[in-house]
């Protein structure tokens, strides 16, 4: 728990201060970036050179600086996980919350709804999209998030048909709560440890799933790579240059075993 | 009751299966470009002559009836459909069916073994980690099971490519395909087992997050069951905790397991994208990403509809399965779904 909370927190003020920790000009005299280069600044003379002491994990093959690729990616990853959670969770809430808690037509609308999405092959089915309306950054969060919802949606569903019969409810409506404040008010904060820890792995599955389309190259535009597109690039040179491939994959897989972790715990407590 | 159950179940098949076919014609009309003007962009070689381009493209259009509105575009499309005719690859102009009868069975085999060593190796890890819950052993395993399902499967295949199967390290597996060069003039117990020396590192990489899932949901559900009072009674009949783990423990704890392995079959059909991409295996995985690298729609099409309708016959067996196994469920349909 502590240890990926510490982690999510670096790894969130490395997101925020990418131009002050990597950059090539510095935004004061009295504020120097700790490593002098933009991720797309190119050198010549500093091409797929090995981690040294200027170059902390190495350079790539048009000679820009892995670590200040990395820490700028940390913001495509962490933002990509972050939105595409939020829309999945948007869209599971209202849709679950609905079919748990009016019942009827709705439930049986929304539960063939669920049943559909949850047929698709999600990785196809993520692809397929992507390929017909364009891979870019925003497309990928919507595509990511608006396929990953049918899990939340069921757990809402059964969670709001399990509460809607308690007193509290009861008590509520007898006071002419309105179904919106029921629904939102007193049912949604009853659930909210349960949803903690399925965004907790979801934001992991979006952020890994990004790094497989951007690995295949269905990702994000090249100017700003994220860490899936950087291990795509650096694949080709795996016999030469293996910090190419083993930087960006430990980033992944640090940030996602931390949310993991961050799930994982909410769950057991 | 059983009777009224399974019937239910049916009729709800239905609405979801046109949600599926409607969803996935909905899809096709999201794709840029008009489906006639890119086939015939795939004779563009051929037709050097605009006014002969113009003329593929009617014709394609006539032959789709892509020129009818839209519902009636896609009532064709499902009658066409429930005959399994999925048309034809823009590609190679092949029957979509036999470019999936060809590359299935390769991805049944590999997703085959995988289970294999899944089931092999989670069950007794996950049996042995619940008889002495938060032990020692069990924290350590669950740390070590926890960074394994953490692990990005494409960033793992290339370390084991890299390892294993490079020049630099140890040379001791083949890089890609399923068959070496010259296999084919091997005897037969020859070629499987070049197969399998194939396919041994793409299992290791699609095993590993499901070996730490699934030995994680066995710990799980036997430790609950453990608690039970039927559990005591058999250790105060004087079973050995071997014993009392087998007989009586695992029936109940497996239970879960139904709906567990229904939902294991996506993989099983469709394949890894990664995993095969990354070592070059022709399955359903690698057919699914070049057909959409290509956006040889009827492919796409084909390979969606056909493993979401045979997901929905899965989750109807499951369903029905859970119920037979389940008397509860018949009574107050908790799921519902």
């Known amino acids: 728990m502590k240890v990926s909370v510490i982690i999510l927190l670096l790894m969130t003020l490395t997101a925020l201060a990418a131009p002050f920790l990597a950059n090539d000009r510095s935004f004061s005299s009295l504020l120097s970036p700790p490593i002098p280069y ?19 994990l190495g350079t790539d093959d048009i000679g820009r600086d892995v670590l200040a690729q990395l820490i700028w990616g940390t913001r495509i990853s962490l933002s990509v996980g972050l939105v595409a959670m939020s829309i999945a969770l948007t869209l599971g809430i209202f849709l679950g919350g609905i079919a748990g808690y009016f019942g009827g037509i ?28 364009g891979p870019s950054l925003l497309n990928l969060m919507i595509v990511i998030g608006g396929t990953s919802w049918p899990g939340i949606a069921r757990l809402v569903r059964a969670e709001f048909f399990r509460l809607r019969e308690e007193e509290f409810v009861k008590a509520a409506s007898a006071l002419g709560a309105g179904s919106f404040r029921i629904l939102f008010r007193h049912l949604l904060p009853n659930i909210v440890r349960p949803l903690v820890v399925i965004a907790s792995f979801g934001i992991a599955a979006a952020i890994l799933g990004e790094a497989s389309l951007s690995f295949l190259g269905f990702g994000v535009r090249p100017e700003d790579p994220s860490w899936g597109s950087l291990l795509a690039s650096g694949e080709a040179y795996w016999d030469v240059a293996w910090w190419l491939t083993l930087a960006p994959g430990s980033a992944i897989f640090l940030t996602v075993t931390a949310f993991n972790l961050l799930g994982e715990s909410f769950r057991n407590r | 009751m059983m009777k009224q159950y399974v019937l239910k179940r049916f009729f709800l098949l239905l609405p979801t299966f046109l949600g599926i076919t409607g969803l996935t014609f909905f899809m096709l009309q999201l794709a840029p470009g008009d489906p006639a003007a890119l086939k015939a962009q795939s004779f563009t070689e051929l037709l050097a002559d605009p006014q002969q381009t113009e003329a593929v493209v009617t014709e394609t259009q006539k032959l789709y009836g892509l020129e009818k509105p839209l519902s009636l575009q896609y009532l064709l499309w499902l009658k066409r459909i429930v005959l399994f005719d999925f048309g034809e690859s823009y590609r190679d102009h092949r029957p979509v069916m036999a470019k999936i009868a060809e590359a299935l069975p390769i991805t049944l085999l590999l997703n085959a073994l995988t289970l294999l060593v899944i089931f092999v190796i989670a069950f007794p890890l996950g049996a042995y980690n619940a008889l002495k819950p938060n032990s020692f052993h069990d924290r350590v395993s669950a740390l070590f099971l926890f960074l394994l399902y953490s692990l990005p499967s494409f960033w793992f295949a290339l370390l084991l490519i890299v390892l294993f199967a490079g020049g630099d390290y140890l040379n001791l597996f083949p890089l890609i395909g399923i068959f070496s060069d010259g296999a084919e003039r091997l005897p037969w117990y020859g070629r499987i087992g070049n197969l399998l020396w194939h396919l041994i590192l793409p299992v290791i990489v699609l095993s590993v997050a499901n070996i730490a899932f699934l030995s994680r949901f066995v710990r799980a559900s036997l430790v609950e069951v453990m608690k039970k009072e039927y559990i005591r009674t058999a250790y105060a009949k004087g079973l050995s905790p071997f014993q009392v783990m087998v007989k009586h423990a695992f029936k109940n704890a497996l239970l879960p397991l139904v ?19 990354i070592f070059s295996i022709p399955g359903m995985g690698r057919l699914s990403f070049e057909s959409v690298l290509a956006r040889d729609y009827p492919v796409i099409m084909g390979i969606t509809v056909m493993t979401a309708t045979l997901m929905l016959i899965s989750y109807f067996v499951t369903d029905i399965v859970y119920g037979f196994l ?5 009574l107050h349909e908790r799921r519902g779904l």
Not at chain 1, 114 to 128: G, K, R, V, Y
Request: overall charge negative.
């Open chain 2, 259 to 277: 709906t567990l392995f229904g939902s294991l079959l996506p993989a099983l059909l469709s394949g890894s994208v990664i995993v095969e991409q």
């Open chain 2, 326 to 330: 389940d008397p509860r469920l018949r």
């Open chain 1, 38 to 56: 933009h991720p797309n600044s190119t050198d010549s003379d500093a091409i797929l050179t090995p981690p040294n002491r200027s170059h902390l």
């Open chain 1, 106 to 133: 709705w439930d049986l609308l929304i539960s063939r709804l669920i049943e559909i999405f949850s047929c698709f092959p999600t990785f196809f089915f993520i692809l397929a999209l992507l390929s017909f309306v």
